[in-house]
């Protein structure tokens, strides 16, 4: 190792460190307290330091969000879609960032504009970013399912941004879609001790009853959606709560959410196979790596590589456990051009059911 | 950087909180670790900038004055209030969750605290010359000026520092 990645490691490790410490103070507390001093009073340097941000209790582990005039992450557009070599600005990127800023609850506005119009304080620091994992619903022979992307999201404010990318349905990949009704908004994410409480806003749609057309399945599975994706993003597992228009919500899309809702068993939920790389529309080079999680039966994990329809290459690989969500990776060979890579299980039933995932990709 | 209008007391605050109050209190996390002790710093250092803009007058001067602030109380609160002491005994309170890591999420929170506990193992200047130099950038010379010590002694406690970070977190600077 050299001095150069050294040097990038320590800045990563850095920029990491603090990357979910959220500020909450405010401009109006630094402006009260420079008024103050111009009329001669010169006791507040230390001596009211401690009651100047009483009320910003900043606990790491604590996250707070909430969506502010102005919506964080729209100055820096900095949301989009995360692939291994994919640079292209993603279309549901922007109709994250689009959003007319809603009504907020509380909102902190100056926070929000520090946090967004954030500093390239001397050698321009990129944006600091997460990669936040965020779910969406696919179709496969059981049902609706989840299937996990993993999206960028601004550091900034990553749980909401997650959350909403979820409910919105801001995915490159055309195999996954959100249940939740047009207009859905997600005006905050909360987490403490208590729990996970996401705050959600209805568009036309009411979000207490199942919408037409929606079956109870799906509707569990749109829930779980967000629990899954606001339980990753916050990093604990604790039941979500809800509310709708600053309420607490018993009922949500026909279901009874009353006391929190907790993480439903993979099986029951969770699409068999994902491919978490390359993402949808990524650019690779050959060879390159597909790594995803599986839990399908014995572990066995089947790919194919078409390219107009045609299969060009195939296999098949395990991963490394079975019964569970575990970890696969292969490693394919392609000559360049367009290709579409499909990962499924094998076809124990003989009929040609299988779950799989597909990703649109080009070999460079 | 030439900036055409002159800024008063209040717009310098208003300015500069705009562009680098959110990374100042990173900063000071780094630096106290208690994110609401970081706060209160790095408002108090606008204040003191605000008192002070007379004889700071451009924009480059007032963040200088700002970080070399930031650091310098800082240092005094954890000197004289054991702040360390206290974030320690309330997450020990708070307990985290009891759920194995969900994801790689839940990892990266335990990677972030253990940068930062082991940060708050260093000496004051290592740990300051490496939240300086990692974090915001800055060139040995900026560091030296900000710190009111040699470049040499800039250069030997950023070796001492990273050679101890690396020994405390061996694996984690492998895998970010």
């Given at each position: 190792m050299n001095d150069r990645t050294d040097d990038d490691r320590m800045r990563r490790l850095l920029e990491d460190a603090v990357s979910d410490v959220t500020p909450r103070g405010r401009l109006e507390d630094i402006r009260a307290r420079t008024a103050r001093a111009r009329h001669?009073?010169?006791?507040?340097?230390?001596?009211a330091g401690a009651g100047v941000v009483a009320t910003a209790a900043t606990v790491a582990a604590v996250v707070t969000l909430t969506q502010g005039p102005g919506t964080p992450g729209s100055a820096q557009g900095g949301f989009a879609s995360n692939a291994s070599g994919s640079h292209a600005a993603s279309p549901g990127a922007q109709h994250a960032s689009g959003q007319p800023p809603a009504a907020t609850p509380q909102g902190t506005p100056t926070v929000v504009r520090s946090a967004a119009s954030q500093p390239t304080p001397s050698k321009g620091t990129p944006v600091s970013t997460l990669t936040v994992p965020v779910y969406f619903v696919g179709d496969t022979p059981h049902g609706p399912r989840l299937y996990k992307d993993n999206q960028l999201a601004p550091a900034s404010d990553p749980v909401r941004t997650a959350v909403h990318a979820a409910v919105a349905g801001n995915t490159l990949d055309p195999d996954y879609h959100s249940?939740?009704?047009?207009?859905?908004?997600?005006?905050g994410v909360t987490a403490d001790s208590s729990g996970i409480t996401v705050a959600l806003k209805s568009g036309d749609t009411s979000l207490t009853a199942r919408p037409a057309g929606m079956s109870r399945q799906t509707a569990r599975i749109a829930v779980q959606q967000v629990v899954h994706t606001a339980q990753d993003a916050v990093g604990s597992q604790a039941p979500v709560n809800f509310t709708v228009a600053g309420k607490p919500a018993s009922r949500l899309l026909g279901l009874d959410v009353s006391g929190g809702v907790k993480r439903a068993a993979d099986l029951d939920v969770e699409a068999v196979v994902w491919v978490?790389?390359?993402?949808?529309?990524a650019t690779v080079h050959s060879p390159f790596t597909v790594t995803g999680l599986a839990n399908t039966f014995e572990a066995n994990v089947v790919w194919e590589l078409e390219r107009n329809g045609h299969v060009v290459k195939q296999g098949h690989t395990t991963a490394t456990q079975a019964m569970m969500m575990a970890p696969y990776s292969f490693t394919v060979h392609a000559p360049p051009g367009q290709y579409l890579l499909v990962v499924h299980d094998s076809?124990?039933?003989?009929?040609?059911?299988v779950t799989e995932d597909t990703k649109a990709i080009t070999v460079r | 950087m030439t900036v055409t209008a002159r800024w008063n007391a209040d717009t310098a605050v208003e300015e500069l909180y705009a562009a680098h109050y959110a990374r100042l209190v990173r900063l000071a996390v780094l630096l106290v670790r208690d994110p609401e002790t970081a706060e209160e710093v790095v408002q108090d250092s606008f204040v003191a900038m605000h008192g002070r803009w007379r004889t700071l007058k451009d924009p480059d001067s007032g963040l200088a004055y700002l970080r070399q602030t930031v650091v310098n109380r800082s240092r005094s609160v954890l000197r004289h209030r054991g702040v360390q002491a206290r974030y320690v005994a309330r997450h020990r309170t708070d307990?985290?969750?009891?759920?194995?890591?969900?994801?790689h999420l839940a990892l990266a929170i335990q990677r972030r605290e253990q940068v930062l506990e082991a940060l708050r193992e260093l000496p004051d200047r290592q740990r300051e010359v490496l939240a300086l130099r990692y974090?915001?950038?800055?060139s040995e010379a900026e560091i030296a000026g900000t710190l009111g010590i040699s470049r040499g002694a800039v250069k030997s406690h950023a070796f001492r520092g990273v050679a101890a970070l690396r020994d405390r977190l061996g694996e984690h600077l492998e895998d970010l």
């Open positions: 001669g009073r010169r006791g507040w340097l230390w001596g249940p939740w009704p047009a207009g859905t908004d997600v005006t978490l790389s390359p993402a949808q529309g076809d124990a039933s003989g009929l040609g059911k | 307990a985290v969750p009891d759920a194995p890591p969900a994801d974090y915001l950038d800055l």
